[in-house]
């Protein structure tokens, strides 16, 4: 499967909640990486934290580009909070090997952030 194919797959997947289907999107050395946190997760890891998190609703996919064995998505994310409906942006960062997701790499920010003063054109 091209690495394209594998992030809309993954997509599809996660999206739908079918966390038994996850796995086999994984390479046996996968390896999920967080910037944002500095985490890393190996595949069983990752597949339960994604399970488990509290409150997912969908995982959308706004824009894809891939390349030979790489590709990137940018993703909105939505999961119900003690707030509410909390929204999420991530940026997904895969390489393929064997027709699965070997590494991952993921960059994720709250859309109810508000820059600092100072920061905005204008």
Same mark, same amino acid.
């Given at each position: 499967m091209t690495a394209q194919r594998l992030l809309r797959a993954l997509t599809e997947v996660i999206d739908s909640h079918n966390w038994a289907a996850? /796995? &086999?999107?994984?390479?046996?050395? %996968?390896?999920?990486?967080?910037?944002?946190? !500095?985490?890393? %997760? !190996? @595949? *069983? @890891?990752?597949?339960?934290?994604?399970?488990?998190? /509290? !409150? %997912? *609703?969908? %995982?959308?996919?706004? $824009?894809?580009? @891939? $390349? &030979? $064995?790489r590709a990137v998505g940018r993703f909105h994310v939505t999961a119900l909070g003690e707030k509410g409906l909390q929204h999420f942006e991530v940026a997904s960062f895969i390489t393929v090997r064997d027709e699965l997701i070997v590494n991952m790499i993921e960059v994720w920010t709250d859309v109810d952030e508000v820059a600092p003063a100072g920061t905005r054109p204008g």
């Open positions: 996850l /796995p &086999g999107l994984l390479h046996e050395e %996968f390896s999920c990486h967080y910037v944002h946190t !500095g985490e890393t %997760f !190996g @595949a *069983q @890891a990752w597949v339960r934290l994604n399970a488990e998190y /509290p !409150g %997912f *609703q969908h %995982f959308i996919l706004r $824009d894809c580009v @891939a $390349d &030979g $064995d």
